[in-house]
């Protein structure tokens, strides 16, 4: 009775006249009505197949069914409307639901987007992005995140990272300060008259190689070289602590990239750069010594038949210089690279490299033999990166310390794995 009177007060039947559930039809039969009490005892007293009507707000509503009333489909009266209730003069809950939410997103977003958190004294405002001119406009500061693929065997970055590091400050600080024109690095009076920017002389010096995870600042900027070069030096520092990881130095010219000969700087280019210039001395104390040329009686290895890949052309359409670093350690002896780890790196650039080259790689071990570098302290190897008719491409030398050991000349503790 109560369910079905719940029921009923949201979805009601049709209300039949008051007199039609006490009326019967002519064929004798009797409407499903509430039958009278014959009993004077007050108890309630049902007939059988009979069912108690559901009450509105006082008013019995019964479905009355007569044999004469069912006429026919065509006679038949359209069904009246329903009744308003509760639930049909509520608004469609879907589209309720949808507005909120949309809402509440947009709120979230919003809240996303507000700088709330607190910083630290080790954030930086540009962590990962192209950069920032500091130091009165004459130093470019970017931060670089040491990724998995640029790691190698010994879980640490390699040489040819951080070099790649550093010439990608190099070209964002020209960008950066407005200067870079149509060309690899180049200004727009360079542009103009067809000149590129070519390094003849690159010195590193890495005290410690960062790790996968690691970020790393990196700082650069530009200072005079004689009359007609250009130094670029770079400071390498861990981001959290400060600490110095690598310093490099390095010495650019000018060249006609049509002719492809060196140039003097033009008036209408130094009027461009003199002003980024910084009169600092250099981060890498110059070594003067000469380099050795390296031949195939003097070489203790030669890797042959080493050619570039398309993928190692820069715009300018020759080899990038980062490049020539990776087929000078294709002839380092695999006894220095298993137990000794890159310290430092001076390299003279003497000829170009097109993509039709074919280049040998030679290396001399200069203080110790081949079998004893595993335990040899220090070692130092000269190299030769030249063509197969004997033209030279780079000259470099190359110093080592054994694993675990840094440039201050102690040993770090060995990792766990190791010990």
Same mark, same amino acid.
């Given at each position: 009775?109560?369910?079905?009177?719940?029921?009923?007060?949201?979805?009601?039947?049709?209300?039949?006249?008051?007199?039609?559930?006490?009326?019967?039809?002519?064929?004798?039969?009797?409407?499903? @009505?509430?039958?009278?009490?014959?009993?004077?005892?007050?108890?309630?007293?049902?007939?059988?197949?009979?069912?108690?009507?559901?009450?509105?707000? @006082?008013?019995?509503?019964?479905?009355?069914?007569?044999?004469? @009333?069912?006429?026919?489909?065509?006679?038949?009266?359209?069904?009246?409307?329903?009744?308003?209730?509760?639930?049909?003069?509520?608004? +469609?809950?879907?589209?309720?639901?949808?507005?909120?939410?949309?809402?509440?997103?947009?709120?979230?977003?919003?809240?996303?987007?507000?700088?709330?958190?607190?910083?630290?004294?080790?954030?930086?405002?540009?962590?990962?992005?192209?950069?920032?001119?500091?130091?009165?406009?004459?130093?470019?500061?970017?931060?670089?995140?040491?990724?998995?693929?640029?790691?190698?065997?010994? *879980?640490?970055?390699?040489?040819?990272?951080?070099?790649?590091?550093?010439?990608?400050?190099?070209?964002?600080?020209?960008?950066?300060?407005?200067?870079?024109?149509?060309?690899?690095?180049?200004?727009?009076?360079?542009?103009?008259?067809?000149?590129?920017?070519?390094?003849?002389?690159?010195?590193?010096?890495?005290?410690?190689?960062?790790?996968?995870?690691?970020?790393?600042?990196?700082?650069?900027?530009?200072?005079?070289?004689?009359?007609?070069?250009?130094?670029?030096?770079?400071?390498?520092?861990?981001?959290?602590?400060?600490?110095?990881?690598?310093?490099?130095?390095?010495?650019?010219?000018?060249?006609?990239?049509?002719?492809?000969?060196?140039?003097?700087?033009?008036?209408?280019? *130094?009027?461009?750069?003199?002003?980024?210039?910084?009169?600092?001395?250099?981060?890498?104390?110059?070594?003067?010594?000469?380099?050795?040329?390296? +031949?195939?009686?003097?070489?203790?290895?030669?890797?042959?038949?080493?050619?570039?890949?398309?993928?190692?052309? +820069?715009?300018?359409?020759?080899?990038?210089?980062?490049?020539?670093?990776?087929?000078?350690?294709?002839?380092?002896?695999?006894?220095?690279?298993?137990?000794?780890?890159?310290?430092?790196?001076?390299?003279?650039?003497?000829?170009?490299?097109?993509?039709?080259?074919?280049?040998?790689?030679?290396?001399?071990?200069?203080?110790?033999?081949?079998? +004893?570098?595993?335990?040899?302290?220090?070692?130092?190897?000269?190299?030769?990166?030249?063509?197969?008719?004997?033209?030279?491409?780079?000259? @470099?030398?190359?110093?080592?310390?054994?694993?675990?050991?840094?440039?201050?000349?102690?040993?770090?503790?060995?990792?766990?794995?190791?010990?």
């Amino acid at each position: 009775m109560v369910a079905t009177a719940a029921t009923s007060a949201f979805f009601p039947a049709a209300s039949p006249s008051p007199d039609s559930g006490l009326k019967s039809s002519k064929s004798g039969t009797t409407s499903l @009505g509430l039958p009278k009490s014959k009993s004077g005892s007050g108890s309630l007293q049902v007939k059988a197949n009979a069912q108690a009507p559901p009450k509105i707000n @006082g008013t019995s509503v019964g479905l009355a069914s007569s044999v004469e @009333g069912v006429k026919s489909g065509d006679d038949m009266p359209s069904a009246p409307a329903p009744a308003r209730t509760f639930i049909n003069q509520l608004p +469609d809950w879907s589209m309720l639901l949808a507005a909120i939410t949309t809402i509440f997103l947009a709120a979230e977003k919003q809240w996303m987007m507000l700088d709330w958190k607190p910083k630290r004294p080790d954030m930086l405002i540009d962590p990962f992005g192209i950069g920032r001119i500091v130091q009165d406009g004459l130093v470019f500061r970017q931060n670089f995140s040491i990724r998995s693929y640029e790691i190698g065997a010994d *879980r640490t970055a390699s040489i040819e990272t951080l070099m790649n590091h550093l010439q990608e400050t190099a070209l964002n600080h020209v960008k950066t300060a407005g200067l870079l024109g149509d060309g690899f690095g180049s200004t727009p009076e360079m542009s103009k008259k067809n000149l590129i920017w070519v390094v003849t002389k690159m010195q590193v010096v890495v005290d410690r190689y960062p790790t996968w995870g690691d970020v790393v600042q990196v700082d650069t900027w530009v200072s005079a070289s004689g009359k007609n070069g250009m130094r670029r030096d770079w400071i390498i520092r861990d981001s959290g602590t400060g600490a110095i990881l690598t310093r490099a130095s390095s010495v650019w010219v000018m060249m006609n990239k049509l002719t492809r000969r060196l140039s003097k700087i033009p008036e209408e280019v *130094r009027g461009e750069i003199e002003p980024y210039f910084m009169n600092y001395d250099p981060v890498v104390e110059e070594d003067g010594r000469k380099l050795t040329k390296l +031949d195939d009686k003097t070489a203790d290895i030669v890797r042959s038949g080493l050619t570039p890949r398309w993928s190692d052309l +820069d715009i300018n359409q020759h080899v990038n210089n980062v490049k020539y670093i990776g087929w000078i350690l294709e002839s380092a002896p695999l006894p220095i690279l298993e137990s000794h780890v890159l310290s430092s790196l001076t390299l003279e650039y003497r000829r170009e490299c097109g993509r039709d080259s074919v280049l040998q790689s030679l290396t001399a071990v200069s203080n110790a033999g081949i079998g +004893d570098l595993g335990t040899a302290g220090g070692v130092e190897c000269q190299h030769l990166l030249r063509l197969e008719n004997g033209a030279e491409i780079v000259r @470099g030398r190359t110093e080592w310390r054994p694993k675990y050991a840094n440039n201050l000349g102690t040993v770090d503790e060995l990792p766990a794995e190791s010990a």
